[in-house]
């Protein structure tokens, strides 16, 4: 999924198990913590079993996720996952009610989304490279805002680093140990969290996503999608679509979420 997880076991347990094949139990109350983009399963561990969870995004410098410089636990105690649960139970409650007020809306939003992440920062900590990364990152910005504000555009290393003031080799060492990811590496993952993000949350035509995702060939779209998800992006939106009683939403800023 292209969103960070949380999962609360509200009675009963679950069990997620992750592209690995690492397994962990929730028991009732705890709660369950994934970053964007990590291979997944969630299955029933009891007869009882309920349970909240939101999908949220958070951004610093706009659009790099938080948490390629902030870890948390898979599991989060007892104490922190009630009050999680009771967090996505009152926002499911009232989001109806939020909608009838556009400003009031766009608050809401927010205030959840940053609920959650005050809840959860205690139990995170900064990765060892964390203000090292952030200081680099500065100097990488005006690239990875390109990257993501244009993803449809034909881009390579080169020019790249030329926005960056850099040389292509320097650039790529200095992009890679910032973002873990080579600067095409990084493309093509922020190209699929956007396919994905649009197969769930709208109803647009499948070819008209994947040219929007930076893929004019249909075929190629499809095939890369499919190699990353193990889906076909149709079998993906079928898979994945909203369906609850709450609605999905989306917003440019320190976060989003859904629940």
């Known amino acids: ?22 397994r962990w139990r929730a028991a009732q109350g705890e709660l369950i913590v994934l970053p964007a983009g990590i291979r997944h399963r969630v299955d029933v561990a009891s007869a009882d079993e309920t349970r909240q969870w939101a999908h949220v995004n958070y951004f610093i410098l706009d659009k790099v996720d938080l948490f390629n410089f902030l870890e948390a636990p898979v ?21 109806y009610q939020y909608q009838k007020n556009p400003l009031l ?20 900590r900064w990765k060892s490279d ?8 500065r100097r990488l910005n005006p690239v990875v805002q390109h990257m993501h504000e244009h993803l449809g555009r034909h ?8 926005m960056s003031g850099l040389s292509p080799a320097q650039f790529h ?3 890679k140990a910032i973002l873990r990811a080579t600067p095409m590496d990084y493309l093509r993952r922020i190209r ?8 769930i949350m709208t109803s647009d035509p499948v070819l008209e996503i994947g040219v929007r995702s ?39 800023g320190p976060g989003d979420s859904r629940g």
């Not at 909203?242 to 609605?247: D, E, N, P, Q, V």
């Open 1 to 22: 999924m292209p969103f960070f997880m949380f999962s609360q076991a509200g009675t009963g347990s679950e069990q997620i198990t992750l592209g690995n094949g690492e």
């Open 75 to 95: 599991l989060v105690e007892n104490s922190i996952g009630v009050e999680m649960g009771d967090a996505i139970r009152k926002w499911v409650r009232g989001q």
């Open 105 to 124: 809306w766009i608050v809401k939003q927010h205030e959840f989304a940053m609920r959650l992440l005050a809840l959860l920062i205690p139990v995170c």
């Open 130 to 137: 964390a203000q090292e990364k952030l200081d680099g990152l």
């Open 155 to 162: 881009m390579n290393r080169n020019d790249l680093a030329r």
């Open 173 to 175: 060492v200095m992009f």
């Open 192 to 199: 699929l969290r956007h396919a994905q993000r649009l197969l």
């Open 214 to 252: 930076g893929y004019e060939d249909p075929f190629v779209f499809c095939k890369f999608f499919k190699r990353a998800c193990g889906l076909s992006p149709s079998e993906y939106r079928r898979r994945n679509r909203f369906t609850g009683a709450a609605t999905p939403f989306s917003m440019d």
